[in-house]
């Protein structure tokens, strides 16, 4: 299972790079909307939509909602800050209260558990992070400022994994996924603030004035983030009964399995940029 899940990941790894590296911004949307919108489809069924018809209508609301997003934030003409800020602010503003009902669970369901708000959710976890995936994109560099997001929730997962597995002892969130730790969770943030060390020291002259501290702060939060949407969706899946959204990623299960985490990090990540001045 580890040598499979390893070969897929340095297949989509490499995929990814290849995009950043060879398409264009609208190709690059285009594409990022076709792995939301498989996300979307996976979503669809944990909300309650067993229809087909049905699934894919929602999957056609999400489409339709990234492209009203494409147009008002003209992400293709340099995306204007005034107009991407408060919906990057809405985001987190979103995942605050998703850590409330992952916090609360399982009392927490009552509130999210009809078909309407799941399906709610699911707009709200997939058009945020990839309008942020897109801005990040718009900006001079902007492959390196999404692939440095990437590195961050992967960094931030690997060292949770190796030292929750080595230490771990204190379930962090029983309810939602018994096997993540407090030691885990903790190795985690110490990667990330070794990972935010190096970012600083590889800044490019242009953006000199951002300091070490507001690096560290953006990663912090980012790593953080990206806990609250890995839990978040891992709450949706057990209220739902199922372990993992599909079975499209060998050895990953579905595509949402692996957007939970961005999800999460994306937009706070891209609101963290402007914040710290880039």
Same mark, same amino acid.
């Given at each position: 299972?580890?040598?499979?899940?390893?070969?897929?990941?340095?297949?989509?790894?490499?995929?990814?790079?290849?995009?950043?590296?060879?398409?264009?911004?609208?190709?690059? &949307?285009?594409?990022? %909307?076709?792995?939301?919108? @498989?996300? *979307? #489809?996976?979503?669809?069924?944990? /909300?309650?939509?067993? $229809? !087909?018809?049905?699934?894919?209508?929602?999957?056609?609301?999400?489409?339709?909602?990234?492209?009203?997003?494409?147009?008002?934030?003209?992400?293709?003409?340099?995306?204007?800050?005034?107009?991407?800020?408060?919906?990057?602010?809405?985001?987190?503003?979103?995942?605050?209260?998703?850590?409330?009902?992952?916090?609360?669970?399982?009392?927490?369901?009552?509130?999210?558990?009809?078909?309407?708000?799941?399906?709610?959710?699911?707009?709200?976890?997939?058009?945020?992070?990839?309008?942020?995936?897109?801005?990040?994109?718009?900006?001079?560099?902007?492959?390196?400022?999404?692939?440095?997001?990437?590195?961050?929730?992967? &960094?931030?997962?690997? %060292?949770?994994?190796?030292? @929750?597995? *080595? #230490?771990?002892?204190?379930?962090? /969130?029983?309810?939602? $996924? !018994?096997?993540?730790?407090?030691?885990?969770?903790?190795?985690?943030?110490?990667?990330?603030?070794?990972?935010?060390?190096?970012?600083?020291?590889?800044?490019?002259?242009?953006?000199?004035?951002?300091?070490?501290?507001?690096?560290?702060?953006?990663?912090?939060?980012?790593?953080?983030?990206?806990?609250?949407?890995?839990?978040?969706?891992?709450?949706?899946?057990?209220?739902?009964?199922?372990?993992?959204?599909?079975?499209?990623?060998?050895?990953?299960?579905?595509?949402?399995?692996?957007?939970?985490?961005?999800?999460?990090?994306?937009?706070?990540?891209?609101?963290?940029?402007?914040?710290?001045?880039?």
């Amino acid at each position: 299972m580890l040598r499979q899940r390893v070969i897929t990941a340095l297949v989509m790894g490499g995929l990814f790079l290849a995009a950043i590296a060879f398409l264009r911004l609208p190709a690059l &949307a285009v594409v990022f %909307a076709v792995i939301v919108g @498989g996300g *979307a #489809w996976e979503w669809s069924r944990l /909300a309650g939509w067993r $229809s !087909p018809v049905a699934r894919l209508l929602y999957v056609g609301v999400l489409l339709g909602l990234l492209a009203a997003i494409y147009l008002y934030c003209e992400l293709e003409g340099g995306a204007p800050r005034e107009r991407v800020q408060p919906l990057l602010g809405m985001a987190c503003l979103w995942w605050s209260f998703a850590l409330l009902w992952v916090r609360g669970y399982p009392g927490s369901a009552v509130l999210w558990r009809s078909v309407l708000v799941r399906s709610l959710m699911g707009l709200l976890i997939l058009a945020p992070a990839w309008t942020a995936a897109v801005f990040l994109l718009s900006f001079p560099r902007g492959g390196f400022l999404l692939l440095a997001m990437v590195v961050v929730v992967v &960094a931030a997962d690997v %060292a949770a994994y190796f030292t @929750g597995k *080595a #230490w771990g002892r204190h379930q962090f /969130a029983p309810t939602v $996924s !018994p096997r993540k730790t407090w030691e885990g969770f903790w190795g985690g943030i110490a990667g990330s603030l070794i990972l935010a060390v190096v970012l600083w020291l590889l800044l490019p002259d242009g953006v000199a004035h951002i300091g070490l501290g507001a690096v560290m702060a953006v990663t912090v939060t980012t790593a953080l983030a990206s806990v609250v949407g890995d839990l978040t969706v891992s709450m949706v899946k057990r209220e739902s009964g199922v372990k993992d959204s599909g079975t499209l990623l060998p050895g990953h299960g579905g595509v949402l399995d692996r957007l939970d985490s961005l999800s999460g990090a994306a937009p706070v990540f891209a609101l963290g940029l402007l914040l710290a001045g880039w």
